[in-house]
């Protein structure tokens, strides 16, 4: 079994990090704001999925998203756009 750290991105600019097993059926959660999404979803507006990575276990997926929530928005942005060498720097 897959599991995914995610980032999304509100039309407002803001962030949001998970992580999970099944990556559509969560991000359908997310988008049409159901029961199990986020309640930072649910509140901050329309997310769109911007970024993904895939890892073969639950604690490898929690290790990325405690570590990516930790990061400064200028490096989860480098990350985003794949700007390794900024990411670096940063």
Same mark, same amino acid.
């Given at each position: 079994?897959?599991?995914?750290?995610?980032?999304?991105?509100?039309?407002?600019?803001?962030?949001?990090?998970?992580? @999970?097993?099944?990556?559509?059926?969560?991000?359908?959660?997310?988008?049409?704001?159901?029961?199990?999404?986020?309640?930072?979803?649910?509140?901050?507006?329309?997310?769109?999925?911007?970024?993904?990575?895939?890892?073969? @276990?639950?604690?490898?997926?929690?290790?990325?998203?405690?570590?990516?929530?930790?990061?400064?928005?200028?490096?989860?942005?480098?990350?985003?756009?794949?700007?390794?060498?900024?990411?670096?720097?940063?």
């Amino acid at each position: 079994m897959s599991y995914f750290v995610y980032i999304l991105r509100s039309i407002n600019k803001d962030l949001y990090i998970g992580q @999970t097993n099944n990556l559509e059926k969560r991000i359908h959660e997310h988008i049409d704001h159901l029961k199990k999404s986020a309640k930072f979803t649910k509140e901050h507006g329309d997310f769109k999925l911007i970024y993904s990575e895939e890892y073969q @276990t639950r604690l490898e997926s929690m290790r990325r998203e405690k570590q990516l929530k930790g990061w400064s928005r200028k490096k989860k942005d480098a990350l985003i756009s794949g700007n390794l060498e900024l990411l670096k720097q940063l």
